[in-house]
């Protein structure tokens, strides 16, 4: 079946530019992740959802950054007046329950900020 | 707060031997432990998971990993290595109470022929 899908793939923004990033969890999956993984480095997380909740967003680094889920299935990631610093892949997860004991993981978004 | 720690940033193994991937974690309450692996050009896989029970758990394409509470430790092991193995495996750590996940920094692993 579809496994987790991420938009776009890649993106370069100018710094202070807004950019949007995408994630299709798998279809019924309660449980939603994102992560930023800066290179050579695992994920670091940003924010969980079940369903249409933000039940944590401790990860987020700053209030650049913004994250819904407003249908309880997609979700977006905003990131505002982006910095050089934002330069990462972002990955997002998905998992069926709300235990969110397995994660199945997207492709990532590559974010060049120049 | 919670903590995963990777020692070795790479493993060297030859085909046919048995691996070993380490990690130690640290949180304030009981752990959920995970193991992932990232093959070149793919997103990160699931391969197993401790929740609770027996402290030998088993998972994906032969691969194991004990949970040791008086070493805060849950090594990735498998008894015998495959060329195809060669991949980068994390290991991530969540407290009971919340749904924050915390990743390793990853190890590199190289079985050769």
């Known amino acids: 079946g579809a496994g987790v899908s991420q938009s776009p793939r890649y993106k370069v923004a100018k710094r202070g530019q807004d950019v949007a990033l995408r994630c299709d969890p798998i279809s019924g999956h309660v449980s939603l992740f994102w992560y930023q993984q800066a290179l050579g480095q695992g994920p670091e997380f940003l924010t969980y959802f079940q369903n249409e909740a933000q039940l944590d967003k401790s990860g987020l680094p700053s209030d650049r950054f913004f994250a819904e889920r407003p249908e309880g299935s997609v979700s977006t990631l905003k990131i505002q007046r982006t910095q050089q610093e934002d330069s990462a892949v972002y990955l997002c997860a998905s998992s069926l329950g709300t235990s969110a004991y397995e994660q199945y993981f997207g492709p990532g978004t590559r974010l060049t900020v120049t | 707060a919670q903590s995963v720690a990777q020692p070795e940033d790479q493993v060297n193994v030859a085909e046919g031997n048995p691996l070993t991937v380490k990690c130690t974690y640290s949180?304030?309450?009981?752990?959920?432990l995970f193991w992932y692996v990232q093959y070149p050009n793919r997103g990160l896989q699931f391969l197993l998971k401790y929740i609770t029970g027996d402290n030998l758990v088993k998972g994906s394409y032969g691969f194991e990993a004990e949970f040791n509470k008086s070493q805060t430790s849950f090594h990735l092991k498998k008894p015998s290595a495959l060329v195809s193995d060669s991949a980068l495996y994390f290991c991530a750590v969540r407290d009971t109470g919340g749904f924050k996940t915390i990743f390793g920094a990853g190890t590199r692993l190289f079985v050769k022929a």
């Open positions: 949180v304030s309450g009981n752990p959920y």
